[in-house]
């Protein structure tokens, strides 16, 4: 059975971009025999901004949309977050999400899909920090979708196809996710 991956769409708001670059990066990796990717979108996980007793390191979450957020999550071997950059940082919905678990994430890899005028560089490079946190492998490469890419794309009625170096891109992050999502499976078989 291959690993499977989970593309987190991290942007919910009625008229996000977001879901875009998630389905464009699901089609490219899609084609991997090696991985299986599933788009896991927030907004199927309304959960309220975390008010809760203590952090799930701690012990479990009484939620009941933090419960299948967590069930998500366990079953993944790897994660690739598409994320926005508000002001500076990810969107609060995605940090949100991401406080809402704990044990699900350890010792498993995150890549990275950033997109706005810098390519969501900042907030890609914030979320690495989160993700230590989370002791999870944050690997290398990422895909940055920038300036003008980003403003076609967003705006300009382009498409993924009129910007085929982001693809290149995309396969040099796949290949990472790849190699640390094989690695870490079997550590974490062997440490089991
Ligand atoms: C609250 C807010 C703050 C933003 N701050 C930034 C920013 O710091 N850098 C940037 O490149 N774009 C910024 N933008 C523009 C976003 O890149 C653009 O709106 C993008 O579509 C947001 O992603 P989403 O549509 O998937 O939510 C901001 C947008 C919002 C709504």
Redesign the pocket.
């Given at each position: 059975m291959n690993p499977k991956i989970g593309i987190v769409i991290?942007?919910t708001?009625p008229?996000?971009?977001?879901?875009k670059p998630a389905a464009w990066i699901h089609g490219i990796a899609g084609k991997r025999k090696d991985l299986d990717f599933e788009l896991i979108d927030l907004r199927d996980y309304p959960l309220p901004l975390f008010n809760e007793p203590g952090s799930p390191a701690w012990g479990p979450i009484d939620n009941e949309v933090a419960k299948r957020w967590a069930a998500r999550l366990a079953g993944l071997d790897g994660f690739i977050l598409v994320t926005?950059?508000?002001?500076?940082?990810p969107?609060a919905v995605l940090k949100n999400a991401l406080d809402y678990a704990y044990n699900e994430f350890i010792r498993k890899p995150v890549a990275f899909v950033g997109?706005?005028?810098?390519g969501?560089a900042?907030?890609v490079e914030q979320l690495r920090l989160v993700a230590a946190e989370l002791q999870m492998v944050s690997v290398r490469n990422a895909v940055h979708i920038a300036a003008s890419d980003?403003l076609g794309l967003?705006r300009g009625g382009k498409s993924f196809d009129d910007y085929p170096h982001l693809a290149e891109s995309a396969v040099g992050m796949l290949e990472d996710l790849a190699w640390w999502t094989k690695a870490l499976k079997i550590a974490r078989g062997n440490a089991a």
């Open positions: 991290g942007s708001r008229t996000r971009f977001g879901e926005p950059e508000y002001n500076h940082g969107s997109y706005g005028g810098v969501g900042r907030a980003f967003w």
